[in-house]
């Protein structure tokens, strides 16, 4: 009985408030929460000899040239040509760079003439070429291979190694021999491409990416991902000594002609210079955000403290201030590259839409950001809440399900409802009489609801083109970001009327093989103020409409 009473004076209370905010803003006005960058995540560089740092942005699928003397950046080139984990020079210019999920290798002639000259390459990483102009990719995450490839793509690749460890970012030395880390035994190799055998060099590094040498070649400096160290490798004798001590997610490096060490940060998304003579660190890049996706707010925040899924880190963001909390970094914790984020009375849902083996759920305790449990799911989940009772209810971009997950260990999964065309975006309805969820389907252009009792969907909205992000407004309507076209839309769930409240906004980036429907979702958040909050993968940024006097 009293179980009863309660809902119904939850439910009572919610009416009173919807009836109270029943006319909703007419008008909204845009602000900035925290401001944007050139990059989605910054991975390989290469010096190009012209006063101009290479730089390649995997998922902001681009390709950038960066003033070394100013740090100004514009793009070399665009999505969705441009997904690349690592870049270089060729010897007569061109310009390469390896698509890691499209599993395509990337060549630009000097006349700006762009074309795939390998392909089928899932997992293709890093990039080199030896001194004879003999060129070597690797495959690493999901294969394992290092491969020589024809720079002109008339030839098949041949592959040189088999399962070599995950050898990452490298370089060939002046013996004619290739150096680069072996991710799994945490160690820096040496590899004859003509005989296919490895020694090592230097071990004992904790998550080694990338190795390059100095300028005089005696040298080779190597970056440890997970301590945040630039590691200088005496050769022959690989003794080791650390140059500079850098935040943890460190992705790879480039040193120019007068031995600065240029680094890349994938977590907070940005460039630093270190000078080897004295361990000193400058910034060339900076950004606040890595990429923004997921978003949520606790509706009981007065402060509207957003938690931000920002992929190679979960962070949180003062919605009214934009001062950043980092409160998990991939690589250097469990933390499992988040870009879906939701929250519940006690818990933190992060889940990852990667189809690989990093595909998972996690919960994490929301007052001390503890793990609590880790579901592995490699359909591509993008939504994900957590109900009342602890079972977590998943959007399965990639099968077209939500699935229940129960609060055993291991877990059980049950399906909830499937057709769904490209389920992305979750939001419960659960103080209703017959209680569900709203879910978006990006593929489909629907908004659906699902009742939690039985599974039956209906279609509460339609029309609309590529659906993402959606939060529920205090007054109940329901607040969509329609990517398609570029607009944050309010959509009355009784009647599936829509309104739009801002347009042509910058969303959307196009989406890349090896991720499900939504690629990277488009977040929206809505804080007890009315205010609205919105990310921007495109910019690398978030914005608030704040509803107009």
Same mark, same amino acid.
């Given at each position: 009985?009293?179980?009863?009473?309660?809902?119904?004076?939850?439910?009572?209370?919610?009416?009173?408030?919807?009836?109270?905010?029943?006319?909703?803003?007419?008008?909204?006005?845009?602000?900035?929460?925290?401001?944007?960058?050139?990059?989605?995540?910054?991975?390989?560089?290469?010096?190009?000899?012209?006063?101009?740092?290479?730089?390649?942005?995997?998922?902001?699928?681009?390709?950038?040239?960066?003033?070394?003397?100013?740090?100004?950046?514009?793009?070399?080139?665009?999505?969705?040509?441009?997904?690349?984990?690592?870049?270089?020079?060729?010897?007569?210019?061109?310009?390469?760079?390896?698509?890691?999920?499209?599993?395509?290798?990337?060549?630009?002639?000097?006349?700006?003439?762009?074309?795939?000259?390998?392909?089928?390459?899932?997992?293709?990483?890093?990039?080199?070429?030896?001194?004879?102009?003999?060129?070597?990719?690797?495959?690493?995450?999901?294969?394992?291979?290092?491969?020589?490839?024809?720079?002109?793509?008339?030839?098949?690749?041949?592959?040189?190694?088999?399962?070599?460890?995950?050898?990452?970012?490298?370089?060939?030395?002046?013996?004619?021999?290739?150096?680069?880390?072996?991710?799994?035994?945490?160690?820096?190799?040496?590899?004859?491409?003509?005989?296919?055998?490895?020694?090592?060099?230097?071990?004992?590094?904790?998550?080694?990416?990338?190795?390059?040498?100095?300028?005089?070649?005696?040298?080779?400096?190597?970056?440890?991902?997970?301590?945040?160290?630039?590691?200088?490798?005496?050769?022959?004798?690989?003794?080791?000594?650390?140059?500079?001590?850098?935040?943890?997610?460190?992705?790879?490096?480039?040193?120019?002609?007068?031995?600065?060490?240029?680094?890349?940060?994938?977590?907070?998304?940005?460039?630093?210079?270190?000078?080897?003579?004295?361990?000193?660190?400058?910034?060339?890049?900076?950004?606040?955000?890595?990429?923004?996706?997921?978003?949520?707010?606790?509706?009981?925040?007065?402060?509207?403290?957003?938690?931000?899924?920002?992929?190679?880190?979960?962070?949180?963001?003062?919605?009214?201030?934009?001062?950043?909390?980092?409160?998990?970094?991939?690589?250097?914790?469990?933390?499992?590259?988040?870009?879906?984020?939701?929250?519940?009375?006690?818990?933190?849902?992060?889940?990852?839409?990667?189809?690989?083996?990093?595909?998972?759920?996690?919960?994490?305790?929301?007052?001390?950001?503890?793990?609590?449990?880790?579901?592995?799911?490699?359909?591509?989940?993008?939504?994900?809440?957590?109900?009342?009772?602890?079972?977590?209810?998943?959007?399965?971009?990639?099968?077209?399900?939500?699935?229940?997950?129960?609060?055993?260990?291991?877990?059980?999964? $049950?399906?909830? =409802?499937? &057709?769904?065309? #490209?389920?992305?975006? @979750?939001?419960? *309805?659960? !103080?209703? /009489?017959?209680?569900?969820?709203?879910?978006?389907?990006?593929?489909?252009?629907?908004?659906?609801?699902?009742?939690?009792?039985?599974?039956?969907?209906?279609?509460?909205?339609?029309?609309?083109?590529?659906?993402?992000?959606?939060?529920?407004?205090?007054?109940?309507?329901?607040?969509?970001?329609?990517?398609?076209?570029?607009?944050?839309?309010?959509?009355?769930?009784?009647?599936?009327?829509?309104?739009?409240?801002?347009?042509?906004?910058?969303?959307?980036?196009?989406?890349?093989?090896?991720?499900?429907?939504?690629?990277?979702? $488009?977040?929206? =958040?809505? &804080?007890?103020? #009315?205010?609205?909050? @919105?990310?921007? *993968?495109? !910019?690398? /940024?978030?914005?608030?409409?704040?509803?107009?006097?």
């Amino acid at each position: 009985m009293t179980r009863f009473l309660y809902k119904s004076l939850a439910a009572c209370l919610l009416m009173t408030s919807a009836q109270a905010l029943a006319a909703p803003p007419k008008a909204y006005r845009q602000e900035v929460v925290v401001a944007g960058s050139h990059f989605q995540g910054v991975h390989g560089m290469a010096v190009d000899g012209k006063g101009h740092l290479l730089a390649s942005n995997l998922l902001g699928q681009t390709v950038h040239s960066i003033d070394l003397s100013t740090g100004a950046v514009s793009t070399l080139v665009g999505p969705p040509l441009g997904g690349a984990d690592d870049v270089t020079l060729g010897p007569d210019g061109s310009v390469y760079w390896t698509g890691f999920f499209s599993g395509q290798l990337m060549r630009r002639t000097p006349d700006g003439k762009t074309r795939v000259i390998a392909k089928d390459l899932p997992g293709l990483n890093s990039l080199a070429f030896r001194q004879d102009g003999r060129f070597y990719v690797t495959q690493l995450g999901r294969a394992d291979a290092l491969w020589e490839v024809d720079p002109n793509g008339k030839k098949p690749p041949r592959k040189v190694i088999s399962e070599p460890g995950f050898l990452n970012g490298f370089e060939f030395g002046p013996d004619d021999r290739l150096y680069g880390p072996i991710l799994l035994k945490g160690q820096v190799a040496r590899v004859d491409v003509d005989k296919g055998t490895i020694e090592a060099v230097a071990g004992g590094f904790a998550m080694p990416v990338a190795v390059n040498f100095d300028a005089r070649r005696e040298n080779l400096y190597v970056v440890d991902a997970a301590r945040g160290e630039l590691v200088r490798v005496r050769l022959p004798s690989g003794d080791k000594e650390v140059v500079a001590k850098l935040p943890t997610g460190l992705d790879n490096l480039a040193v120019g002609p007068d031995d600065q060490v240029y680094v890349s940060n994938m977590v907070d998304n940005d460039i630093h210079v270190v000078n080897p003579a004295d361990g000193s660190v400058r910034p060339l890049v900076e950004s606040r955000l890595s990429v923004p996706s997921g978003i949520a707010v606790a509706p009981d925040d007065p402060d509207e403290q957003l938690y931000v899924a920002d992929v190679y880190a979960f962070r949180r963001v003062g919605g009214r201030d934009g001062k950043i909390t980092q409160t998990a970094r991939v690589l250097s914790s469990q933390t499992n590259f988040p870009m879906n984020v939701s929250l519940s009375a006690k818990h933190v849902v992060l889940s990852t839409s990667y189809l690989g083996s990093r595909s998972s759920v996690q919960v994490l305790d929301r007052a001390s950001g503890n793990l609590l449990r880790t579901i592995p799911n490699a359909n591509g989940v993008q939504g994900a809440i957590e109900l009342a009772d602890g079972t977590l209810i998943l959007a399965e971009a990639a099968t077209g399900k939500l699935v229940r997950v129960d609060t055993a260990e291991p877990a059980g999964t $049950t399906v909830l =409802a499937q &057709g769904l065309e #490209g389920p992305v975006g @979750l939001v419960a *309805d659960t !103080e209703a /009489a017959e209680p569900g969820v709203y879910v978006t389907e990006v593929r489909s252009g629907k908004v659906t609801r699902v009742r939690l009792s039985d599974g039956a969907k209906r279609t509460v909205a339609k029309g609309l083109k590529a659906p993402e992000g959606i939060a529920r407004h205090p007054d109940g309507g329901l607040i969509v970001a329609e990517v398609g076209r570029k607009q944050l839309v309010r959509i009355d769930p009784a009647t599936g009327r829509s309104r739009v409240i801002a347009s042509s906004l910058r969303i959307g980036l196009p989406e890349s093989g090896g991720f499900p429907p939504g690629y990277l979702p $488009t977040g929206v =958040a809505v &804080g007890s103020s #009315g205010t609205i909050y @919105l990310t921007s *993968d495109i !910019e690398s /940024a978030l914005y608030r409409f704040v509803p107009a006097p």
